[in-house]
């Protein structure tokens, strides 16, 4: 390969939040009371950023802008909005976009929370399907809104669906006006083909529901399936959703800050921009600009091209880890992201272990996985394998021999 997705990055001494047991790190999402076992090195697997280098053409991007050593206030530049508009294009067959149809976002989840404000009245209802991600449940808790959850279910193929009559079914009852769309899906991967995408926002439309539609995954499918914007199933569609964006995903840019939305209402776009205008916040960073132009590169093409390969590299080998030793744990393969979420409900029952007594076995041998009873289904468990293979044989060589197959 061109690029280095094979070098493993000590990052504690960069304060990563994907590291709190590494060195004691302020991470307000783990569990300070469990300690990895002595001769075991931690392994970080759960919060959903990558452990590779960047994409070179990033920090060089970054370096020539601090170069010029004047950061006032500065306005986007058209380059920032002309590699949107190709890399939607090249990647997801996007047409017709415009820079007025893209706005800076600095979160996806912040950008959910001002479209919510836009759409939805205080204490409305929310459809959302689960098992759910957790920023989502946290943004509507935090501002006064009420999840209501229409749950996946798993065909007689093994592969999540969404269920149509309950979510017309909720949507009339409840007179919800509203929905978060996951596109493609966190926690289980799910990448929705282009029917599905098709009946869900027929049922939105018929019942007057706005989607806002993250996509923030867009970019990270794995071999033999294709994203489908949300935005691009019908003129309705494309004017009943608010989709979020961001490179952060893509290129592990979270720390930089930077997402966008994708609005072609006019009337929704305006009313979302002013309400974010209103906190004073909702600005651009001058380096994450830059880190988006530096991404979007034709070498950022490239890049994400060999890291979606490795991505599936490494979730063909956990996946068909999982089925082959772990008797009792429940996986299904994803279709995108670099996430697998697995269900150990009968592994437990098996075992007369506790959900709590697994989590924690796999922690304290370093195995940094992420509790999924989070994402609201029972006794799951969240893995994060963008990172190198030989660390992802080796956190499940660990789970093989002191986890699920070992007396303890």
Not at 296 to 301: A, D, I
Request: hydrophobic share 35%; net charge negative.
């Amino acid at each position: 390969m061109k690029y280095d997705f094979t070098s493993i990055i000590e990052r504690q001494d960069a304060i990563a939040v994907e590291w709190p047991l590494a060195k004691n790190n302020r991470s307000p999402y783990y569990n300070y009371n469990i300690r990895v076992k002595e001769g075991f090195d931690f392994i970080p697997m759960w919060v959903a950023d990558m452990n590779f280098p960047a994409c070179p053409t990033i920090p060089q991007a970054i370096i020539e802008r601090t170069q010029h050593t004047t950061y006032g206030y500065f306005a986007p530049r058209q380059e920032y909005f002309e590699s949107i508009i190709k890399w939607q294009k090249d990647h997801h067959g996007v047409e017709g976009l415009l820079p007025e149809h893209i706005g800076y976002e600095n979160g996806v989840l912040g950008g959910v929370a001002s479209a919510l404000q836009v759409l939805c009245e205080q204490g409305g209802k929310v459809l959302v399907h689960s098992p759910v991600y957790v920023g989502f449940t946290g943004v509507l808790k935090n501002h006064g809104y009420e999840a209501v959850h229409t749950p996946l279910y798993k065909d007689e193929q093994g592969v999540w669906r969404m269920d149509y009559e309950d979510m017309d079914k909720k949507l009339k009852e409840q007179n919800i006006h509203v929905a978060i769309f996951c596109s493609p899906q966190n926690p289980t991967g799910r990448v929705w083909e282009k029917w599905e995408i098709e009946k869900a926002m027929e049922i939105y439309k018929a019942n007057d529901c706005f989607v806002i539609s993250d996509e923030i995954w867009a970019d990270l499918i794995l071999p033999g399936h294709k994203h489908i914007p949300t935005q691009s199933i019908s003129e309705d569609a494309k004017m009943r959703t608010v989709a979020m964006y961001a490179p952060s995903k893509t290129f592990n840019l979270a720390g930089l800050i930077g997402s966008y939305h994708i609005i072609y209402n006019k009337y929704l776009k305006d009313r979302i921009v002013k309400t974010e205008s209103l906190s004073h916040y909702n600005s651009m960073n001058v380096l994450s600009m830059h880190a988006l132009i530096g991404a979007y590169k034709p070498e950022g093409y490239e890049w994400v091209a060999e890291l979606c390969q490795v991505l599936g590299e490494n979730v063909d080998y956990g996946y068909d880890y999982i089925k082959a030793h772990f008797a009792g744990v429940d996986i299904v393969k994803p279709q995108g992201t670099y996430l697998l979420y697995m269900d150990t409900t009968k592994w437990l029952e098996e075992h007369g272990k506790t959900y709590d007594q697994l989590y924690s076995r796999g922690l304290e041998y370093g195995v940094g996985w992420q509790n999924g009873e989070a994402f609201f289904m029972k006794n799951t468990i969240r893995m994060n394998l963008a990172l190198p293979n030989s660390r992802v044989r080796e956190a499940f060589d660990r789970l093989d021999k002191y986890v699920f197959n070992a007396e303890w």
